[in-house]
């Protein structure tokens, strides 16, 4: 079974950068260009890209150039997210050249508006979960909003029945942290027979295969490929075997 990586670049004020609990912090890795990155990811052999806007999740405003990613990566899926919360934001990525979006786990607060962005969004949109201590819990602009706190099975539950096509479960207290992946609470969202991608804490060729054998989709890989941990060319390589 094919198994999906997607190298994850954060991108705020037009730069690379990583999210931490004080808001986003730029990086220097690749001179800072994401376009660069993007560049060489593809390079590596990426098929598909996972672009974080930090400038709506943090800000509230567009600021990632999905264009000038496109340029450099024609044939990738780019995945865009960053607390998207409506149909139309998440539209305005896919005419900008994305090939789907993640809805923030902020937007779960909103069943309506929710139902509304699977309908228009249909195959390009994946629900993003971010979970800790088995419940939602969003993080951003969204966070403390009314969908933290909600049930992660209950919302899951739900969510297949509305017809959601995808999801991406990130382990909160995980990310940024090279602890390794929450295999068994991606093993649990997988079971809802839905393509279901991790995140969170992923730090080796070794993390990924656990997540491939829980039911796992894909995965997404930030921080242990930015710091060289994980040898992207080698993990493409497995993934496509």
Sequence with gaps: MTFLILASLDVWRGRLAVATADGPRSIEAFGGDPVAAAGAAMVAGARALHLVDLD?????TRGLDVTAIRAVAPDATLQVSGAISDAAIGRAYLDAGADRYVLGSSALADDRRTLLVLRDGGPAVVVGLEVE?????????GSGN???GLDLMSTVGWLHAAGAPAFLVTSVDRVGGLRGPDVDLVRRVARARRPTYGAGGIRSLEDLRALRDAGAAGAVVGTAALEGRIDLTRAFAWAEA
């Design 56 to 60: 709506l999740a943090y800000e509230g």
């Design 133 to 141: 201590d088995g419940r939602i819990r969003a993080r951003g602009a």
């Design 146 to 148: 009314g969908a933290d």
